[in-house]
């Protein structure tokens, strides 16, 4: 997930993302319009992205769009 994709998909939302110390976590504060506040940290974007979120699904497997052949 993204700044941008959490924006779009929750406009009511505030959303704050930072690290202050260099090498330190990385923070997620998101405001939630009922004045509910939720903070996450992450030793990366992405860890705290999952932190907040949950681990995204893993890919559909792509078809098998092979043809068959005489040589398989």
Same mark, same amino acid.
């Given at each position: 997930?993204?700044?941008?994709?959490?924006?779009?998909?929750?406009?009511?939302?505030?959303?704050?993302?930072?690290?202050?110390?260099?090498?330190?976590? &990385?923070?997620?504060? &998101?405001? $939630? /319009?009922?004045?509910?506040?939720?903070? &996450?940290?992450?030793?990366?974007?992405?860890?705290?992205?999952?932190?907040?979120?949950? $681990?995204?699904?893993? /890919?559909?497997?792509?078809?098998?769009?092979?043809?068959?052949? &005489?040589?398989?």
């Amino acid at each position: 997930m993204t700044l941008d994709e959490f924006r779009q998909t929750r406009p009511d939302y505030g959303i704050a993302i930072y690290a202050y110390g260099p090498g330190g976590p &990385v923070t997620i504060e &998101v405001h $939630a /319009p009922d004045g509910a506040l939720a903070s &996450v940290q992450g030793a990366t974007e992405e860890d705290a992205w999952i932190a907040l979120l949950g $681990a995204p699904a893993p /890919p559909e497997p792509e078809p098998d769009t092979k043809e068959e052949s &005489v040589f398989d």
